[in-house]
């Protein structure tokens, strides 16, 4: 018997160690199949919403500038008004030391002046210059004077890639600097260039403007603000997954692709647009980017010293329709922008 004041020894198996071994090992084997299950199904979001298909849409494949439709909800009036001569297939190459000889598409339609400005058009992803919200946004600035280039990203359309991988920006605002280049190798002065952008590709826009201080405009049609939250938002839209899934599916794309997808973001690019000219629109109903972004970048562009028109939420439009549903005052908007930023007016 122990003397009093000494401790006595725990005994060497305690009552429900065992069972308390079994918990750890379950919890354990839990988390496990938990983490690899996020792992298996970050990377099919990655898969899914990072592959870049290449091929346009199927109801837009038969689109070109001199001959496209407008979804059957439109009026389809609107292509006939904005119909443009039969485009020049031109070849141009990106700025990314990665890719400088693939081959990237795009329509060259000059102006009847050669003295006119003019606008490179950048489509959204998974999609391509067959759009019929970027050909009519070309041709109502192809009316009024302008010369436009509408160009495919890498990995759409007919333009050659890297990966048939969407790298958040990160990588493709090379390519709208390459078609910069090239309408500049053409003669174009560097002031007289602007660039106009849906989507996906004004969120491109934005940040190609962003790493070239000679842009001189920039129209940013539906733009998300940061990548992340428009990486997060597009997945509970498209495929109704938890946002939880968004670090999962950026990790995977730096694994495979070596992209980095939220390098870029638009409002923190829009903070370098001083002394220069952006406007930004966006749909009051858009359901996968909220209006409000519109506002948000403005802000930012104008606390930088841009010039920056009131952000314009378009009532009744859903994403990137508003050249849709607002046709008339789409047109007005955007010729004016330019035409103070890179235009006569200018």
């Not at 009026?75 to 006939?80: E, F, K, R």
């Not at 990665?98 to 400005?117: K, R, T």
């Not at 958040?168 to 002065?189: C, K, N």
Request: proline content about 7%; some cysteine; overall charge negative.
């Amino acid at each position: 018997m122990a003397s009093r004041g000494t401790s006595q020894a725990f005994p060497a198996s305690r009552p429900g160690g065992p069972l308390r071994r079994r918990i750890t090992v379950l919890v354990a084997a839990i988390l496990a199949v938990a983490v690899i299950a996020y792992g298996v199904v970050s990377y099919l979001v990655y898969d899914g919403l990072g592959t870049a298909p290449r091929a346009c849409w199927p109801a837009d494949r038969a689109n070109t500038p001199d001959s496209f439709t407008v979804p059957a909800e439109f009026d389809p009036a609107l292509a006939t008004a904005n119909l443009m001569p039969v485009p020049q297939d031109v070849v141009f190459h990106s700025r990314d030391p990665q890719m400088p000889d693939a081959d990237l598409a795009a329509w060259w339609i000059p102006a009847a002046d050669p003295q006119a400005p003019a606008v490179v058009v950048v489509h959204g992803i998974k999609s391509c210059r067959r759009e019929p919200n970027v050909l009519l946004a070309a041709g109502m600035l192809y009316r009024h004077g302008y010369s436009v280039l509408l160009m495919d990203l890498r990995d759409h359309g007919d333009s050659e890639g890297d990966d048939a991988r969407f790298a958040g920006g990160s990588e493709e605002y090379l390519d709208v600097l390459g078609a910069w280049d090239w309408l500049v190798a053409q003669g174009v002065p560097e002031e007289r260039i602007g660039i106009l952008g849906m989507s996906f590709g004004a969120a491109t826009s934005v940040i190609a403007g962003g790493h070239e201080p000679r842009v001189a405009a920039v129209w940013a049609d539906s733009s998300p603000n940061e990548m992340r939250r428009a990486i997060g938002l597009f997945l509970e839209d498209q495929a109704g997954l938890p946002d939880i899934l968004v670090p999962g599916a950026i990790l995977w794309a730096r694994i495979i692709a070596g992209d980095d997808l939220t390098a870029f973001d638009p409002i923190d690019e829009a903070g370098r647009y001083g002394g220069r000219s952006i406007a930004f629109v966006h749909g009051e109903l858009d359901e996968v980017l909220p209006a409000s972004m519109a506002q948000e970048l403005h802000d930012r562009a104008v606390a930088a010293g841009a010039t920056s028109p009131d952000a314009w939420v378009i009532a009744d439009a859903g994403h990137t329709q508003g050249v849709y549903v607002a046709p008339a005052e789409y047109e007005t908007r955007l010729v004016e922008f330019f035409d103070a930023a890179i235009g006569d007016g200018g």
